[in-house]
């Protein structure tokens, strides 16, 4: 169980009672770890993850078996002494993955990978410990670069991928993520990610279009969190969105284990930076020594997602979450929150700072089921963090981060 909630770019504790089971999840690309400066950005990636509060954290650009160790000891481990494990870790051809995880959030059933002509695809079969919940997670670090030849060369990649999400059981819950180096969702390996079929992968959050160099979607770009060259890593600043996760149709019916969509960000990122560093002008999602940490630690931002589960299940049957959206987010002025209930009961939808003070009151009362949609307008509120949460009577708490611009 994750002891912290969210707040858009980072996740803060709040005195909240919890109505849902909630764990976070992260993949980040670490740059080479260890390489020759493992050492010097061990501290800034403990910050990082500090702030962040991963409970499960799947890794690219691991250097062999030895990398992940150094980064277990030297970051994970000192960072939260004894919480940690290291998943069986697969030593393949260039760069590996490599997953975390705090706190025996999960038990590893199984575990292996595919092959492809480039770089494998590691995957694990989790059973969450309090949900009892299982998925199978894959990793992926698909090939760079721009133009045909690299697009066909990642789409003989997922190929592998896809023929293995479709002879998955029916209704098992998957989630793809990694360093998937695509520029826009036209792009045929992306299409076939996306496209119908058991193995069909959607996007949480519905961002598809053209990411590259495209500041209408700076708010999830991931990398790179850089201009100036130092430490290897791409230095062309805040302009594309390669880092990603996807996930399967069972985890976002609103039924048992989901993943949270609201929750999904791109830890560090305020809108703010397209085509500039993480740093450049200040940061308005993260402190300002986060921001530094992963300007230091990797070229890429981590991003981050909850998963969720009913804590109760009545007579047998799934619990149906509530369920929170918001748009436009970031914003300013005023963020429009959409409600679904599914069913009658007493709702109750408040706002809540980073230190977990309630600084809005949106809702309190007996409703029918259904859809409505509610306008936050706040006024004398500084720019920066926010969590919407919405509880309904005997049902799974939903979360919404929220970021106001200056």
Same mark, same amino acid.
């Given at each position: 169980?994750? /002891?912290?909630?969210?707040?858009?770019?980072?996740?803060?504790?709040?005195?909240?009672?919890?109505?849902?089971?909630?764990?976070? #999840?992260?993949?980040?690309?670490?740059?080479?770890?260890?390489? =020759?400066?493992?050492?010097?950005?061990?501290?800034? #990636?403990?910050?990082?993850?500090?702030?962040? &509060?991963? *409970?499960?954290? $799947?890794?690219?650009?691991?250097?062999?078996?030895?990398? @992940?160790?150094?980064? #277990?000891?030297?970051?994970?481990?000192?960072?939260?002494?004894?919480?940690?494990?290291?998943?069986?870790?697969?030593?393949?051809?260039?760069?590996?993955?490599?997953?975390?995880?705090?706190?025996?959030?999960?038990?590893? +059933?199984?575990?292996?990978?595919?092959?492809?002509?480039?770089?494998?695809?590691?995957?694990?079969?989790? /059973?969450?410990?309090?949900?009892?919940? =299982?998925?199978?997670?894959?990793?992926?670090?698909?090939?760079?670069?721009?133009? !045909?030849?690299?697009?066909?060369?990642?789409?003989?990649?997922?190929?592998?991928?896809?023929?293995?999400?479709?002879?998955?059981?029916?209704?098992?819950?998957?989630?793809?993520?990694?360093?998937?180096?695509?520029?826009?969702?036209?792009?045929?390996?992306? %299409?076939?990610?996306?496209?119908?079929?058991?193995? %069909?992968?959607?996007?949480?959050?519905?961002?598809?279009?053209?990411?590259?160099?495209?500041?209408?979607?700076?708010?999830?770009?991931? %990398?790179? =969190?850089?201009? !100036?060259?130092?430490?290897?890593?791409?230095?062309?600043?805040?302009?594309?969105? #390669?880092?990603? $996760?996807?996930?399967?149709?069972?985890?976002?019916?609103?039924?048992?284990?989901?993943?949270?969509?609201? =929750?999904?960000?791109?830890?560090?990122?305020?809108?703010?930076?397209?085509? %500039?560093?993480?740093?450049?002008?200040?940061?308005?999602?993260?402190?300002?020594?986060?921001?530094?940490? +992963?300007?230091?630690?990797?070229?890429?931002?981590?991003?981050?997602? *909850?998963?969720?589960?009913?804590?109760?299940?009545?007579?047998?049957?799934?619990?149906?979450?509530?369920? +929170?959206?918001?748009?436009?987010?970031?914003?300013?002025?005023? $963020?429009?929150?959409? $409600?679904?209930?599914?069913?009658?009961?007493?709702?109750?939808? @408040?706002?809540?700072?980073?230190?977990?003070?309630?600084?809005?009151?949106?809702?309190? @009362?007996?409703?029918?089921?259904?859809?409505?949609?509610?306008?936050?307008?706040? @006024?004398?509120?500084? !720019?920066?963090?926010?969590?919407?949460?919405?509880?309904?009577?005997? &049902?799974?708490? &939903?979360?919404?981060?929220? +970021?106001?611009?200056?």
């Amino acid at each position: 169980m994750p /002891r912290r909630f969210a707040a858009l770019a980072a996740l803060i504790l709040l005195s909240l009672p919890a109505a849902a089971g909630e764990l976070t #999840f992260a993949n980040w690309n670490l740059l080479n770890f260890p390489g =020759t400066t493992g050492a010097a950005r061990a501290p800034y #990636f403990r910050t990082a993850l500090a702030e962040a &509060a991963p *409970d499960l954290l $799947v890794c690219q650009e691991v250097l062999s078996a030895s990398g @992940a160790q150094h980064f #277990f000891d030297d970051v994970l481990d000192i960072l939260e002494p004894g919480l940690w494990e290291m998943a069986p870790f697969h030593d393949s051809y260039d760069t590996d993955r490599a997953l975390f995880i705090r706190d025996g959030v999960v038990e590893v +059933l199984d575990w292996g990978w595919l092959d492809t002509d480039l770089r494998d695809i590691e995957w694990w079969d989790l /059973r969450l410990a309090a949900a009892g919940d =299982t998925l199978r997670l894959y990793s992926t670090h698909l090939k760079a670069g721009s133009g !045909s030849t690299e697009e066909q060369r990642r789409l003989a990649e997922v190929q592998v991928l896809r023929a293995d999400l479709d002879a998955l059981p029916p209704q098992r819950a998957f989630i793809f993520c990694g360093d998937l180096n695509i520029y826009f969702d036209t792009e045929p390996a992306y %299409q076939l990610l996306l496209s119908a079929g058991p193995g %069909q992968l959607f996007d949480p959050i519905g961002q598809t279009g053209y990411w590259h160099d495209n500041a209408s979607y700076a708010p999830i770009h991931t %990398q790179s =969190t850089r201009t !100036s060259s130092f430490g290897g890593g791409a230095t062309g600043g805040m302009d594309d969105r #390669f880092d990603q $996760v996807l996930v399967s149709a069972e985890l976002l019916d609103g039924l048992g284990l989901d993943v949270l969509p609201a =929750t999904y960000l791109a830890f560090g990122q305020d809108g703010n930076h397209f085509n %500039q560093s993480i740093i450049n002008g200040g940061n308005s999602a993260v402190p300002p020594e986060v921001a530094n940490a +992963l300007h230091e630690a990797s070229d890429h931002l981590p991003v981050l997602v *909850d998963l969720g589960w009913p804590t109760a299940v009545a007579d047998g049957a799934p619990a149906v979450r509530a369920r +929170l959206a918001a748009w436009p987010n970031p914003f300013n002025p005023a $963020v429009r929150l959409a $409600v679904d209930l599914p069913r009658a009961g007493h709702a109750r939808l @408040a706002v809540y700072d980073t230190r977990g003070r309630r600084v809005a009151n949106l809702l309190d @009362a007996d409703l029918p089921a259904g859809e409505r949609t509610l306008t936050w307008r706040p @006024a004398n509120l500084a !720019s920066g963090l926010y969590l919407a949460r919405l509880d309904l009577d005997g &049902a799974p708490a &939903a979360t919404a981060r929220l +970021l106001l611009l200056e």
